[in-house]
């Protein structure tokens, strides 16, 4: 029933009545400011220069970043960019550079300019809207850890949220997991048996790694695990 009720939510896109990035969350004025930023800083490394730098625009790029607030995204960003000098610019200016990716990547404008706060608020989908998580992405989820029928189980878990590294945590955030209340959704835990299930079962855990639906089930292939707070 609930792996049911977690494929649906996934096939449907989490039916969020949620501002999305295709209703217009930055201004054209705003995305010029961003482009000479882009064309002083980011593209010295982002256009060839340096080879771990990604093109910030196109479908690989979208990819990478859809299915999650806009936040996961601005935050990657205004925290590990440049990254010769992370962190070094104001607000206002990686502000207007991801308004600059937005525009470049076909997202429209519109008559408000984003801000830091919004970010968290506004949901970053692919060109047609919301849409099942990429095959193989990163997600953080937080639930019960149980073993039933022979499958380890995360049980009460919540939604998947996308993250940058599966096989490590901050102590940030696991405090955030700690601090997650239960949702709703069940998964199918695979590759979990070097993570020593058996001493966190009953537990409220964070688990990360590779998300996948598997014969209609929701599945995570275990990269990383540990207790999170009390609560099950
Ligand atoms: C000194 C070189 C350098 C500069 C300048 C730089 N970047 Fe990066 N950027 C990198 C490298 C290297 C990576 C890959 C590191 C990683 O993925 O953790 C990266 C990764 C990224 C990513 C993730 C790419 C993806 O698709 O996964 C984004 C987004 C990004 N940079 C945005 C920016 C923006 C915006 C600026 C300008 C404000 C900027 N970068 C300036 C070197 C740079």
Known sequence: MRFLLVSCLLATGFVQAQTTTLDGVYTTA???RGARTY???????????EPDAAPLFGGDFVERWREAPLAFLYGFISKEMPSDEP??????????????????????AGAKEITAQQ??????????????????????????????????????ATLPERVRTAD???????????????????????????????????????????????????????????AAGDGC
């Open 87 to 108: 962190g070094t610019l104001s607000t206002p200016v990686y502000q207007d550079a991801v308004a600059y990716l937005l525009q470049q990547n076909g997202y429209p």
């Open 119 to 156: 970010v968290a608020d506004i949901r970053l989908v692919g060109e047609k809207g919301a849409a099942p998580l990429p095959a193989s992405a990163l997600v953080r989820l937080v639930g019960c850890l149980q073993s039933a029928d022979g499958n380890w189980q995360l049980q009460r």
């Open 168 to 226: 490590a945590s901050t102590p940030e955030e696991v405090a955030l997991s700690a601090s997650t209340a239960a949702g709703e959704a069940s998964y199918l835990l695979q590759r979990i048996e070097s993570f020593s299930p058996a001493k966190l079962q009953g537990k409220k855990v964070q688990a990360k790694g590779m998300f996948d639906i598997a014969s209609g089930k929701a599945t995570l292939g275990v990269l990383s695990l540990v």
């Open 39 to 49: 064309k002083t800083i980011c593209a010295n490394c982002h256009e060839g220069g």
């Open 30 to 32: 705003q995305a010029q």
